[in-house]
């Protein structure tokens, strides 16, 4: 239905890019060599970019006087300054960077899985667990962007939620590059349901910035939008405004399709609605009704594909389905 862009992607390295762990490894994750052909990826490994070679001894968070630090226990460096330095400067040197994906349970690149230790002793209890350095300051600094660890891109809902932000901030991208008001309706045109589903309040916002630009600046108009686009996209869609999107969408064809597959439809949709199958099962329905009956302005919507088919069909871990 619609043509990639190909998102930029901030990559931990030794995800499948270089044998940089702690110990030399390199950790090559299926679903990162799932996305290569679709992805510009940038691949980078804080911990070597201060200076800590490879094989080196393994850094840990830890909570000292109350305050997390970054420590290397086997010499008691303290890196705590260095890396939220390097990640300062790296973040605003990558104004393009679509969303970023880390390793997971890395001290400088876990987004909720690091553990936080009491003090320098041997590994033991643990306090908690919490984010890692680099990743932290990623959050801190660009909140509204895409963060993933490769873990959790194994459930259905998490990966989908990451990648339709992923693709549709590389789209506006291409508006950012090349500001034309013509550009940005047609881009919010193809993106009404993907709105629809995710945050009504801000796709009604969205389309007034679009239709009421005569007096402002089409730079303004094009941060404005950016904006509350990214305010739009950040939080998953529930399961009732999908159905509520599909519902719409069913009633482009309600009139034309015989009441066996209505019947068929209504209780695919109960199947989601009760978490037995993925979103994908009742989008692949429209879509089949969308080629059969030629809807061009469903055809053109990005939330009957937001990402290439290909990442959709990846198989998950079997936590979720939304």
């Known amino acids: 239905m619609n ?13 499948g890019f270089a044998a940089c762990r702690y110990n030399g490894e390199c950790l090559p994750d299926v679903f990162v ?39 290397q226990p086997s010499t008691g460096k303290d890196v705590t300054d260095k890396m939220r330095q390097f990640a300062d400067s790296f973040i605003s040197g990558v104004s393009e960077a679509d969303g970023f994906l880390l390793k997971s349970r890395s001290p400088s690149c876990g987004i909720n899985s690091v553990k936080v230790y009491p003090g320098l002793g041997k590994a033991g ?46 789209r506006f991208r291409e508006i950012i590059r090349k500001p034309a008001m013509k550009k940005l309706v047609e881009f919010h045109n193809n993106n009404e349901l993907l709105l629809m589903a995710n945050h009504q309040k801000e796709m009604r916002a969205l389309e007034k910035i679009a239709a ?3 007096n402002n600046p089409l730079e303004n108009v094009v941060a404005e939008y950016g904006a509350h686009l990214r305010l739009a996209l950040a939080a998953p869609s529930r399961r009732a405004a999908n159905i509520n999107t599909l519902m719409h969408a069913f009633g482009y064809f309600s009139k034309q399709i015989p009441a066996r597959e209505k019947t068929r439809f209504m ?49 998950d871990s079997g936590k979720g389905r939304d």
């Open 33 to 71: 060599e799932r996305m290569k052909p679709y992805v510009e990826f940038r691949p980078v490994c804080p911990e070597m970019e201060i200076g800590l070679g490879v094989p080196r001894d393994p850094i840990r968070v830890v909570l000292l006087n109350n305050e997390l630090r970054l420590i």
């Open 125 to 170: 209890a643990i306090l908690q667990k919490g984010k890692g350095f680099f990743a932290g300051v990623v959050r801190e600094r660009l909140p509204l962007t895409p963060l993933e660890e490769e873990g959790r891109l194994y459930d259905f809902g998490i990966r989908g939620h990451y990648l339709a932000r992923l693709f549709a901030f590389a």
């Open 212 to 214: 009421n630009h005569e």
């Open 267 to 315: 209780q695919i949709l109960e199947d989601y609605r009760a978490a037995k199958i993925p979103l994908s099962a009742p989008i692949k329905r429209v879509r089949s009704w969308i080629a059969r009956f030629e809807n061009n302005y469903l055809a053109s919507q990005t939330f009957f594909e937001p990402y290439p088919a290909e990442l959709m069909e990846f198989a």
């Open 3 to 15: 043509a990639f862009p190909r998102p930029v992607v901030v990559v931990s390295k030794c995800l």
